[in-house]
Every structure is written in structure tokens, then in C-alpha cells.
């Protein structure tokens, strides 16, 4: 044994079953506690866990807008603010959606502005890299919809360069394609109060020493172009342009047709029924400011109820340290929660230790037995889901159900859910099913894709289609429940997953970065069903997991693979990923390979004295692409997941 840099290194004598494999497992279940009781300390006393969510700074720079526009600026939270967004601007003056990445133009603009807004003066270094940068990438001309919006609030932008959509939206039947309810659930919890804001096209002028004309390639133009590109004829593109052009023609007309009026009152009332009671909407900041947007445009001041709960419910994501204020896009304790506990079971706790019916005590309650935006495609199928936060009623989603159920499941006869709830949330999870076989997160059948088309869909997030990750998940999770081959849907679930392999043998993550994910989520799923996991397109995958293996044993994939296949399981080694590829292993009875042994070594040679990981860079995805994630959980609870594992294969 050496030591190297303050962390111990193992020699890979160990990695043999002969003599030395003992000692190897023993060190293995040391590791193990030492996970376990950070775990257990950092227990909410209700029972829940509940790490913070990064993003990037956009997040917390629109919060501030919203408060600028509102009149309700506070000075000392301004300067924490100020201070988080500049702690993460990069040397060469931008900001990245995730750290490592390379400089974004929408998000250095948002980051710009805030601070502008702040007072922050101009010829600042840091200030004129970021402008330069700008710049020299097209200006606030060539950044995204969103940031265009945030600045036509304050006059900065031209509300006539900005994509409309018009009112009667809200009216159109379930059959045509831009209905609401085919847009993505986060598309839609944003996109419908931003039609009571579009409508309107509120300003608030800013005085001259807070405007941002620097930042415009060519300022001073009538009419910007709603995109950098020019569309081919009769391209969808193409045509949402031409649809945009006659929405504009009609906001031209003073007088309100009837179908306008009654399309925006629609979208008014929708924002109303939406909001949680604990102020809450949809569940994402995105949602949230929107909607508290719309209710100011509307003409409610900051005293009118549900505006002051939207504001509490948006405050109530935020993380302030001593010299920080943080707005996270979300918070996830549900889904932390539930994977703190697999990970604690699969690490040997016994299922009736005390933080294990806590953790189940709290998560039960927690099912949706009302229904939500789901039920418009489903009309007659009942609840019975679990969503990511706290509160969030009308968007449970298919993810965090199964992984739920995962764990109450081994605790059914427990009492902690009735045998006829847990059944519910199975049944709500089948009826879920999308007519390829396969499941998205939130919704049925979201696949209209040619709304990312849209100009508002420059995020190329505006549907919520099947995906390999989480269809593996609900077959992780139909396994548990007694289902097998024989059930139709599994097989449709199963014909959607081998239609959509990779020709390298791996499988694409929408929701974890990447294909190591996917592949991990699939292998589990195929297993757990009863599949023989020695059939050629699984081994397959293994043989590709095997050969994207790191020097260091790890595995590590960057998130640039969304935007470049030839990326794929690339990238430095992280605990999380490694995690991830360990369990494919396992998953496919190759966890006393070489390979998964020298995953296991990396896993516990990164491992720190009070039984954490270390882990910085973004392994999460919001939008693949656009807007990254770093779940804090996730360096922790996946390890722990993957030693607990390991060390069940040589006990059994």
C-alpha cells in the first residue's frame, strides 16, 4: 500500500480472489460505514434528505430581475448576489451552464445584466471581458428567447423582436399539435404565463447608467430578427416564422377579437388553478417567475395573496451562506430521498434501522392521489405518483415514482403504504406507457417534435419523449413488483429499448450524463425483468463500458457528449459515473470482472475521512445541451450504491 497525495492508493494485488480478496472486502465494508453514518447524520428529523441543486447563474441573476422589476430589490441580498455570480464567472470573462464548460453567450448576458443592474460599474475588468466576449459572439441579438425577454421587461429589447404567441393557444383541441398539453410539462408551466406577459409587453424603463446598448452588435435597429438563421422554404422553421409574422400583424389591431379575450382569460385562469398552496408553481423557478411575472402584468401588487405565496415559494428555494444568495431551478428531496434510502439498504442496513422507517414514514404520504396535467391524455387512469419536490401536485413523474417504489416496496408488509396504494403507483406508472413502448418523465405520448422548431423552442426542450434511462427504471422497478417477459407491456418496454441501442452497444441518458447513465438505467431495468443477461446485445454494452474505462479505474463522461457522440463515457473519472458503471456490471454478472474491481478501487481511494466523495463537476441534466446540473447527492448516495453491491455479490 502507498500513499500518494494525501489519499491511499491499493496495490492491485488485492484485485485477485486469492488471499488477499478478503482483506480487500474488509477495507471495502469500511468504506461502507463510514458512508453510512454521514448519511445518518445528515438526516432531517422528519426523515427526509435533501441536497442542494446547482445549475448556473442564470438562475439566480433572473431572481434578481424579478425583484428589479417588482420594486423590490433588498440591498444586502443584491450583494450576495452580486458575489455568487461573479464567484463563478470564468477567467476569460464568461459564464458556462456548467463548470468546465466553455463560455455561453445567453448566460454571460443574464450574469452581465444583473450586475449592471446592481450597480456594478461598467469598466469593471471583469465587466469589459464579459462585454467583449458578447460581442464578439453576435451580441444580445444571437442569445436565447428567454434572456430576450427578461431584458424587453426593462425596455432593453425590442418586445416586437421577440416570438408572439397568441392567446387562442389556450382554445385549440387536444388533437392539434400546439395544443398546450403536447408541450413538455415544464414547457407548459412556463410557456402559459408567458402568454399573459407577452400579451401585455410590460416595461420598466431603466435609467441610462443601468441600460445595456453596449451589448448590441448593431444597437439601435427597429426590428431584429427572431433567429441568427435563415430557414429554408416550407422548413417547419421556415414556417413558424411566417405563423410569427401573422401573430404580429393581428397584436397590431387595438380592438380585441372575442377568441383573444377568451384564450387569455384561459391562460389566466390556468395560472390560478396551477398554483400550489404553498404558492408554489410547477415546481421549477422557471414556472415560478413567470407566473409571479404575469400576475404583476395583470396589475397585483406584491400584498395580493397568491403573488406574496409565489413569492415565498421562490424565496423558499434559495440557499444564502454568509456571502452568497443561491436560487437553485429546483429542489429535490423526494428524489434524494428515496436514493439515500436504496443506498443504505443495498449498503447492508437493515430495513427496519430506524433511519430506513423514517425515510419510508416521510415518503409515503407523499404519493399524488389528485390528479394532474397528465390526466388530460389519461382521463380515466387514477393517481398514484410521486413528484421530485416538496409540493407539487399537478406534475408527479415516472422517474421519482419508481425509484420511490422501489424502496417502499421492500417494506410493504411494513405497513409504512397500504399493499393497495403501492399498487396504485405501479398501475399509475403502466398507464403512463407511451405507444412506442417506452416512458417519458412526465407525460404520455409528448413526442409533437416539431415544437422544438418553434422559435421559443431554442432550447430544443419543448416535448417530453420516451427515453432509454427511464424506461430502463420503470422495467428496475416492474421487476421488484412481480412483473416479468410474459406481461405485454414489459415486452413493449423492452422492444423500445433494443430499438433504441446505440450501434456501440451503449444507450443515451436524458436525465444523467450520458450514455453511462443510460446504459447503467437499462441493464438495471433489463435484469431486474428476468432478461438473460448474457444475450450478445448486453454483452454488448458491457464490452463498450470495458473499453471507455479510465487509466485511474474510474469512469467519466463530459457533458459535451450531448452535443458530440464521439464523446461518449469520455471524460475525467468521477465517483458518481464510476458509480454508474460499476452497477452495469454488476447488473450484467460481470461485477467480479477486473474491470468492476478496479472501478470499486477508485471509488474507495476517493473517498474522504468523514465518509464523502468528492465531486465537482455537473453529472445532471435539465435540458441535454442547455442546462446542466450538479446534484450534491449524487457523488455520495451512488457510490455508496455501488460498494453496497459489490460487497452483496461475494457474501451471496
Given at each position: ?506 444507450w443515451w441518458g436524458r436525465w444523467g450524463v450520458n450514455y453511462i447513465y443510460g446504459t447503467w438505467s437499462v441493464l438495471e431495468g433489463l435484469r ?90 455537473f453529472t445532471g441534466t435539465g435540458f441535454p445541451k442547455h442546462f446542466m446540473l450538479w446534484y450534491e447527492n449524487y457523488r455520495n448516495c451512488f ?14
Amino acid at each position: 500500500m502507498i500513499k500518494l497525495q494525501n489519499k491511499t492508493v491499493y496495490s492491485a494485488r488485492l484485485f485477485t480472489k486469492g488471499s488477499r480478496m478478503p482483506q480487500f472486502l474488509d477495507l471495502v465494508s469500511n468504506k461502507i460505514r463510514q458512508s453510512r453514518q454521514f448519511f445518518l447524520n445528515t438526516q432531517n428529523s422528519e426523515g427526509f434528505w435533501w441536497f442542494e441543486l446547482h445549475s448556473n447563474v442564470t438562475i439566480t441573476a433572473e431572481y434578481l430581475m424579478l425583484l428589479h422589476f417588482l420594486g423590490i430589490e433588498d440591498d444586502a441580498k443584491t450583494t450576495k448576489i452580486v458575489n455568487h455570480i461573479k464567484k463563478h464567472q470564468r477567467q476569460d470573462g464568461t459564464w458556462a451552464i456548467h463548470k468546465g464548460g466553455k463560455g455561453d453567450l445567453s448566460t454571460t448576458v443574464e450574469a452581465y445584466f444583473a450586475l449592471k443592474l446592481s450597480g456594478v460599474d461598467v469598466d469593471e475588468p471583469y465587466m469589459a471581458k464579459a462585454r467583449r466576449f458578447i460581442l464578439e459572439n453576435g451580441g444580445v441579438e444571437a442569445s436565447r428567447v428567454f434572456t430576450k425577454i427578461f431584458l424587453a421587461l426593462f425596455g432593453e429589447f425590442q418586445w416586437n423582436s421577440v416570438p408572439s404567441v397568441l392567446p387562442e393557444l389556450m382554445l385549440l383541441p387536444l388533437w392539434v399539435p400546439f395544443n398546450v398539453y403536447n408541450f413538455s410539462s415544464w414547457a407548459r408551466a412556463t410557456f402559459v404565463p408567458l402568454i399573459v406577459v407577452l400579451d401585455a409587453k410590460p416595461v420598466k424603463a431603466l435609467p441610462e447608467s443601468k441600460q445595456v446598448i453596449e451589448l448590441f452588435k448593431n444597437p439601435g435597429k427597429k426590428f431584429y430578427p427572431l433567429t441568427g438563421q435563415n430557414p429554408a422554404p416550407m422548413t417547419w422553421q421556415w414556417v413558424f416564422l411566417k405563423l410569427d409574422r401573422f401573430a404580429k400583424n393581428i397584436e397590431k389591431y387595438p380592438k380585441r377579437p372575442f377568441f383573444r379575450k377568451r384564450g387569455l382569460k384561459k391562460a389566466i385562469d390556468w395560472i390560478f388553478e396551477h398554483q400550489e398552496e404553498t404558492g408554489d408553481w410547477g415546481g421549477i423557478q422557471p414556472a415560478m417567475v413567470n407566473s409571479v411575472l404575469a400576475l404583476s402584468t395583470l396589475g397585483y401588487d406584491t400584498s395580493y395573496e397568491p403573488l406574496r405565496r409565489g413569492l415565498v415559494a421562490i424565496d423558499n428555494f434559495a440557499i444564502e451562506k454568509h456571502d452568497e444568495f443561491i436560487l437553485q431551478s429546483c429542489i429535490s428531496p423526494v428524489w434524494d430521498t428515496a436514493l439515500t434510502g436504496l443506498a443504505l439498504l443495498y449498503s447492508g442496513l437493515e430495513k427496519e434501522h430506524h433511519a430506513i422507517t423514517k425515510a419510508c414514514k416521510w415518503l409515503a404520504p407523499k404519493q399524488i392521489l389528485k390528479k394532474g396535467d397528465w390526466s388530460v391524455k389519461r382521463p380515466e387512469l387514477l393517481p398514484g405518483g410521486w413528484a421530485f419536490e416538496f409540493e407539487n401536485s399537478f406534475y408527479p413523474d415516472i422517474d421519482d415514482t419508481a425509484v420511490v417504489l422501489m424502496f417502499l416496496y421492500r417494506h410493504y408488509e411494513s405497513g409504512f403504504l397500504e399493499q393497495s396504494k403501492l399498487k396504485r403507483g405501479i398501475n399509475w406508472i403502466l398507464g403512463m406507457q407511451n405507444k412506442d413502448g417506452g416512458w417519458g418523465a412526465f407525460d404520455v405520448d409528448n413526442d409533437t417534435h416539431i415544437l422544438n422548431k418553434m422559435p421559443f423552442g431554442d432550447l430544443e426542450a419543448m416535448i417530453d419523449p420516451s427515453t432509454p434511462d427511464i424506461t430502463g427504471r420503470v422495467l428496475e422497478v416492474l421487476g421488484i413488483a412481480g412483473y416479468d417477459m410474459s406481461n405485454w407491456q414489459v415486452k413493449m418496454a423492452m422492444q423500445f429499448i433494443a430499438a433504441n441501442q446505440e450501434k456501440d452497444g451503449s444507450w443515451w441518458g436524458r436525465w444523467g450524463v450520458n450514455y453511462i447513465y443510460g446504459t447503467w438505467s437499462v441493464l438495471e431495468g433489463l435484469r431486474s425483468i428476468g432478461e438473460n443477461m448474457s444475450k450478445p446485445y448486453i454483452q454488448k454494452a458491457i464490452t463498450w463500458l470495458k473499453e471507455h474505462q479510465n487509466p485511474d479505474g474510474g469512469w467519466g463522461e463530459c457533458c459535451e457528449s450531448y452535443c458530440d457522440a464521439g464523446l461518449s463515457a469520455c471524460g475525467q473519472s468521477t465517483p458518481s459515473q464510476t458509480a454508474w458503471a460499476v452497477m452495469a456490471l454488476i447488473a450484467a454478472y460481470n461485477g467480479t470482472s477486473s474491470n468492476a474491481i478496479k472501478g470499486i478501487h477508485y471509488i474507495i481511494s476517493r473517498q474522504r475521512n468523514d465518509g464523502t466523495w468528492d465531486e465537482d463537476v455537473f453529472t445532471g441534466t435539465g435540458f441535454p445541451k442547455h442546462f446542466m446540473l450538479w446534484y450534491e447527492n449524487y457523488r455520495n448516495c451512488f457510490p455508496l450504491m455501488a460498494l453496497g453491491k459489490f460487497l452483496k455479490q461475494y457474501k451471496n
